[in-house]
């Protein structure tokens, strides 16, 4: 998959194509629907199919003060979109000149001179152009004149039809550590990318060797202990995945005020060092806590380890999306 913005030279061979355009954070249920309706187009008319997505999130614009919490920061969402099939991903920079283009603009610009798209896919509720005055309706319009086609993806929910796949719902159930509702919204396992940073090495005092990975900021799931799958980024598709006790939190008992993510890997003894590590929420295993001392939280982190080891290998392992069928392979 080809990965280039407006600045590049765009290769000939990826004009013409058909494109899903959207924020897609969190690449959940009902964006990869809208996706595979814009991958099937292109599959029916032998024409390449890309994404046009946004970087960074125009929520991170509007309000910089407040950070946003990411499902999917670019270089998962580059992960995703490859998965997903696009032969091409077109990032377009979020910024003052984007925020105040015209809609007609920014369809001419960006469609029609750069990507030259016969066929656009967007959702029922995508807004671009300065004021966000460009909707569906006139993206539609915008077509005919342009000549080509607009497919306009209604709200996509689950099986009972009352409960519509969103961003907003995912973070929240995350916030609360319901990561088994977040999944079912996504469609796989929720899923942080990041590189493996030193730490105050306290966990390998303990025992418990840990790798420290910085999230983005903004990120806030809920504080406690996870029963994670972990991938090293480079491995070969098809790898297995280490079981993982993951910690986030500001570590209470040690009084540090600074946020963590911490992963032990279980029956695993490698040099994480500077290895950027895919890791997958599979369950909560408990809330953060604070301890009375060191012996107490020892004490507790091999019963969750127990409890870690227990749920990973008694976990169903049916896959009901494309994403999460890869994930369960190991090839995300």
Not at 180 to 190: F, H, P, R, S, V
Not at 209 to 214: E, R, S, V
Not at 228 to 249: C, E, I, K, N, T
Request: hydrophobic share 40%; charged share 25%.
């Amino acid at each position: 998959m080809k990965v280039f913005g407006p600045q590049d030279k765009i290769d000939p061979a990826l004009r013409g194509g058909v494109v899903a355009i959207g924020n897609f954070d969190g690449f959940h249920r009902g964006h990869q629907e809208l996706i595979a309706i814009a991958r099937n187009v292109a599959k029916e008319r032998n024409v390449p199919f890309g994404i046009l997505t946004f970087e960074p999130h125009p929520r991170s614009y509007f309000k910089p003060q407040e950070p946003v919490f990411r499902l999917t920061p670019p270089a998962l969402k580059v992960r995703l979109a490859k998965h997903s099939g696009a032969n091409f991903l077109y990032a377009l920079d979020f910024d003052a000149a984007l925020a105040g283009t015209e809609p007609e603009e920014f369809v001419a610009q960006h469609l029609v001179r750069n990507l030259g798209v016969t066929h656009v896919v967007t959702g029922y509720d995508f807004h671009f152009g300065k004021g966000r005055k460009g909707n569906p309706a006139v993206l539609v319009n915008m077509g005919v004149e342009n000549n080509f086609g607009v497919t306009v993806v209604e709200q996509v929910t689950d099986d009972s039809g009352n409960a519509p796949f969103s961003s907003s719902s995912i973070r929240s159930a995350l916030r609360r550590g319901h990561v088994k509702a977040a999944a079912n919204e996504l469609g796989y396992d929720w899923t942080v990318m990041g590189e493996v940073v030193h730490g105050d090495k306290r966990g390998r005092t303990i025992g418990f060797p840990t790798a420290n990975i910085i999230l983005d900021p903004g990120a806030e799931p809920f504080r406690g202990i996870y029963a994670v799958d972990v991938r090293d980024s480079a491995a070969a598709p098809g790898s297995p995945a280490w079981m993982g006790a993951a910690y986030f939190g500001d570590r209470p008992t040690f009084n540090t005020n600074r946020t963590f993510l911490e992963v032990y890997l279980l029956d695993q003894d490698i040099d994480l060092y500077g290895r950027v590590l895919i890791v997958s929420f599979v369950d909560l295993v408990r809330g953060d806590k604070t301890f009375k001392g060191v012996d107490d939280l020892v004490v507790q982190m091999k019963l969750d380890c127990d409890e870690v080891r227990r749920l990973l290998n008694g976990r169903e392992k049916a896959a009901s999306t494309h994403l999460a069928k890869l994930q369960a392979a190991g090839q995300l």
